[in-house]
């Protein structure tokens, strides 16, 4: 099975920089990927890692390593648009195929 | 056309109803995924299609039928659902297995409720 923990809410400033993370447990890993969604939408992809170390993408980056089982996403310049929950999702494959598991998700609230 | 497209966007259905939610994509995808979302938790892999077959069922009630009867095609069949199935489906796709990013697409959902 898996396990994916992430902190349950964070508050940030506009403007400021934060970093949001997330611990997973799982075997045949392949890949961590971190979504975004708005109340009521549908999740809209943000970053991916699959190797160890920081992808940077604009305002967002992501960091991988594998060996402690640990991610972060990283958003700087915050907007107030930016208040959302972010999900970290493991994909992984055992003897069934592919799995995609969802983390429980952070919601981030700016504040102006 | 990079969308996935579900329909209908908001359903109201009894619990003696039967009916189903479609989803559609023509990105040449060949992975297609049901989840289902409650108010404020992460999405909950239901099923999971490759190649038109259904190749992870994760214990969903028998009351939810999947369907892919196409590659560009996947519906959930609902019968005698419970008030507590009240939630947002949501769809998405992707391409198949390799080390590479293909993107999991998802469709802007369904929001079921069962009175």
């Known amino acids: 099975g898996q396990n994916i923990d992430q902190p349950t809410e964070m508050t940030a400033t506009e403007g400021a920089i934060v970093q949001i993370n997330c611990t997973y447990q799982?075997?045949?890993?392949?890949?961590l990927f971190w979504y975004q969604q708005h109340a009521g939408e549908a999740p809209t992809f943000l970053s991916y890692?699959?190797?160890?170390g920081l992808e940077e993408k604009g305002r967002f980056s992501s960091f991988l390593s594998r060996s402690k089982g640990y991610s972060y996403l990283l958003l700087k310049e915050l907007q107030m648009k930016d208040s959302a929950s972010y999900l970290c999702?493991?994909?992984?494959?055992?003897?069934?195929?592919?799995?995609?598991?969802f983390g429980p998700g952070t919601r981030l609230s700016v504040l102006p | 056309d990079t969308e996935v497209t579900q329909t209908p966007k908001h359903l109201v259905m009894g619990m003696t109803n039967k009916k189903s939610l479609k989803c559609e994509q023509h990105?040449?995808?060949?992975?297609m995924y049901w989840y289902k979302q409650k108010a404020k938790k992460p999405p909950e892999l239901m099923f999971v299609y490759s190649y038109e077959k259904l190749s992870i069922n994760e214990s969903v009630p028998s009351r939810f039928s999947p369907e892919c009867p196409n590659s560009s095609l996947l519906n959930l069949h609902l019968h005698a659902l419970q008030p507590e199935d009240s939630a947002l489906y949501l769809c998405a796709s992707s391409q198949e297995t390799g080390i590479k990013y293909y993107g999991y697409t998802f469709g802007s959902g369904t929001r079921l409720t069962v009175v």
């Open positions: 990105m040449g995808h060949r992975a």
């Open positions: 999702a493991v994909r992984s494959y055992d003897n069934y195929g592919q799995n995609f598991v």
């Open positions: 890692n699959v190797l160890d």
């Open positions: 799982t075997s045949g890993f392949n890949g």
